[in-house]
């Protein structure tokens, strides 16, 4: 082989990506820059007109959208501004100022209309109008034209609705004042007919005099009522023997009463100077007991004439009163017929006075209506103030050529480095294998003891040194191999999905192999398992595997071998289940054990048999030409043996050991 053949294929390399990354550039830069400059510029002219509605504009609630009721007549105003009328009268202006108006297509408002915005500045009464288009020359005109026509197309429509408000509240005004009079007279005539004197009831003669009568008669009802009371309590007393008449009511009898006491007084202070014996042998004294029993007599005399004298007068009472309300019910059974027909006439002419207010109430609203259109024309008038007029644009608003050119180089430089990338993807070259001759030295250290040294070793480190260093791959670093106890201490550690995943690396499937397998490819009564899809192989089960696949649970409604919950596992979840049986089965540095330690372990185990590498690649599947190289320097001295004379199952997976 040439010595320069590295540095041509890095040349040829070089070469292919500089024609593709070249190539793919150009194609790119001109295919965009092409789309960038091609595009025919748009610019951009914009006025500011603030829009104030007048003091009486009409306001509705606030609609779903959230407008407020006061932004209303200003949002409505904003859709007259680049409404079709407007547009149409500013077309037919600017084509008497001489524009030509063919850009905009045969429909020139529709073009028009697709080229302006009116867009209301947010809180504000403020509208921006907006129009863009390739020609530059015609967008300020436009724009300014557009507002001119708004502005006197607002003003007359101010002038025609002021008139037309002012005549419709002139006609109100006339039609309820005729109206008005018409009540009134009408109400007026009511009244005479029907000798209504006022609406008030207490200012009418027949309701009045009810009024007058019904309180008469409570009140001879009272004077009833005292008098029978009176009577009935006169009754009592003097069928019980109190007295029923006062002193200070007769004078007689206070006389008699006062000339007794007087008497009484006397004996007192007689007989508190001599005996009961001297007084009575006293002639002064027996005459005085004598007057005062007559006094006595003339006493209870007067109170019994008094007595029957207000008996007399109380039902002298009690008669009177009892006629007097007897007269007032008559006279008002009486009046009651004239006041019920009195109370339907007044409630008509009272409903009719009602009527008449809310006439009256009315026509004064219309008046004070007609009196406010006309003090307060300017104030409703809506007006209008240009911020800023268009002016002719001197650059375009779109597209930005400079900066979308930026994008495109950006952009092209991406497209070229992947598209590079993608072509040396899919060009890289085959490993070349390699060539590694091996010399064992039988002198330098005896068969069996070589075995041994490689046997104890830890995770191996194989670096081969050849003839010919440039046809050397890299060197290969082994997995960690594990010892028997090991493996034994690992599978007892473990579940039931991992177990088998275990057992099955260490009969010879790979990993990859492993994840795939189906219950159809297991054969029990045969003893061995279909493996691989291109090359497939048989793989002769141990009694240890035999036995955990015949107590493995086939998960219902799926054929896969080795799942958790019906889902397939991957590489990750295989050696984390490992990972945890290493670390539960307490083995030094678990965290080197993989997947790929079981795998290796069981390889080790066949080549230092000294199996033949073409029984071995049947055995465990292919193997990249470099890690059969690295794995001849465990194979031992001298001709390899064929599979007969092999042991295919680890030592570790027997009966005794697991």
């Known amino acids: 082989m040439r010595s320069d053949f590295p540095w041509a294929v890095a040349t040829q390399s070089n070469r292919r990506r500089l024609r593709v990354f070249l ?45 407020t009721a006061s932004q209303q007549p200003f949002l409505t105003e904003v859709q007259v501004l680049a409404s079709r009328p407007v547009l149409e009268a500013a077309a037919t202006r600017l084509e008497r100022s001489g524009e030509d108006l063919s850009a905009f297509g045969p429909d020139r408002v529709a073009g028009m209309q697709a080229q302006i915005k009116a867009l ?40 025609s609705s002021s008139s037309e408000s002012l005549a419709q509240g002139d006609e109100e005004v006339r039609k309820l004042e005729a109206t008005v009079n018409a009540k009134r007279r009408e109400g007026e005539a009511f009244r005479t007919r029907n000798n209504i004197v006022s609406v008030e009831r207490d200012e009418n003669e027949v309701l009045a005099r009810v009024r007058n009568l019904s309180t008469s ?57 001599f005996t009961s014996g001297y007084l009575a042998k006293d002639p002064k ?100 103030k240009v911020l800023e007029a268009a002016t002719p644009p001197q650059q375009p608003s779109h597209p930005l050529y400079w900066r979308d050119t930026a994008i495109s180089i950006g952009g092209s ?24 001759l091996i010399q064992p030295h039988s002198a330098a250290l005896p068969h069996d003891m070589s075995r041994q040294i490689l046997s104890n070793r830890g995770p191996p480190a194989v670096s081969l040194e050849a003839a010919e260093p440039a046809l050397l791959p890299r060197q290969s670093t082994f997995p960690r191999e594990l010892r028997h106890d090991e493996i034994a201490a690992l599978i007892r550690a473990s ?5 088998l995943v275990m057992l099955l ?23 061995a398992i279909r493996v691989g899809e291109e090359s497939a192989r048989d793989i002769a089960l141990g009694e240890t595997l035999r036995r955990c696949l015949a107590a493995v649970h086939k998960v219902p409604g799926s054929d896969l071998l080795v799942g958790h919950g019906g889902h397939p596992v991957t590489r990750d979840s295989i050696d984390a289940q490992v990972l945890y049986a290493a670390h539960d089965a307490g083995i030094e540095d678990a965290t080197q054990i993989t997947s790929d330690c079981l795998r290796h372990t069981y390889l080790a185990f066949l080549v230092r048999q000294g199996i033949r590498f073409a029984d071995l690649v049947r055995l465990v599947g292919h193997l990249p030409v470099e890690l059969v190289g690295a794995y001849s320097a465990l194979s031992p001295a001298g001709a390899r043996i064929g599979m007969a004379e092999i042991q295919l199952f680890h030592p570790a997976l027997r009966e005794g050991n697991i």
């Open 495 to 499: 579940e039931d999905d991992s177990r």
């Open 285 to 384: 004294v027996i005459t005085l007991h004598a007057r005062l029993a007559e006094l006595e007599r003339q006493i209870t005399e007067q109170r019994t004439v008094g007595q029957q004298t207000a008996l007399v007068e109380a039902q002298e009472d009690l008669a009177s009163a009892q006629a007097a309300a007897a007269r007032i019910r008559h006279q008002m059974a009486a009046d009651r017929q004239e006041a019920a027909q009195f109370t339907a006439r007044f409630n008509v002419y009272k409903s009719m006075q009602d009527s008449l207010a809310e006439l009256e109430k009315a026509y004064r609203d219309a008046v004070q209506r007609r009196a406010k259109l006309e003090a307060s024309e300017r104030a409703r008038m809506p007006s209008t």
């Open 413 to 436: 430089l991406a497209l070229a480095l992947l598209t590079m990338w993608l072509v040396e993807l899919f060009n890289r070259p085959e490993p070349r294998p390699a060539v590694v």
């Open 120 to 159: 209301p500045v947010a809180d504000t009464n403020v509208v921006e109008l907006v129009a863009t288009g390739q020609r530059r020359d015609l967008l300020a005109p436009l724009v300014n034209a557009v507002i001119d026509v708004y502005q006197d197309r607002l003003a007359e429509a101010y002038r």
């Open 217 to 273: 008669l409570s009140t001879a009802e009272d004077r009833v009522a005292a008098a029978e009371g009176k009577l009935r309590a006169l009754g009592a007393s003097a069928a019980a023997g109190r007295s029923v008449v006062r002193s200070r009511d007769d004078p007689t009898l206070a006389n008699l009463e006062q000339r007794a006491s007087q008497m009484r007084e006397e004996l007192r202070e007689v007989e508190r100077g």
């Open 505 to 527: 690396l260490l009969s010879g499937v790979t990993l990859e192999e492993a994840v795939k397998l189906r219950w159809s490819n297991v054969d029990l009564a045969r003893g």
């Open 23 to 67: 190539g793919t550039l150009t194609v790119a830069l001109g295919v965009s820059l092409a789309f960038t400059w091609l595009r025919p510029p748009e610019y951009r002219a914009s006025a500011r007109l603030e829009i104030t509605p007048g003091v009486g504009s009409l306001t509705l609630p606030s609609g779903p959208s959230g407008t």
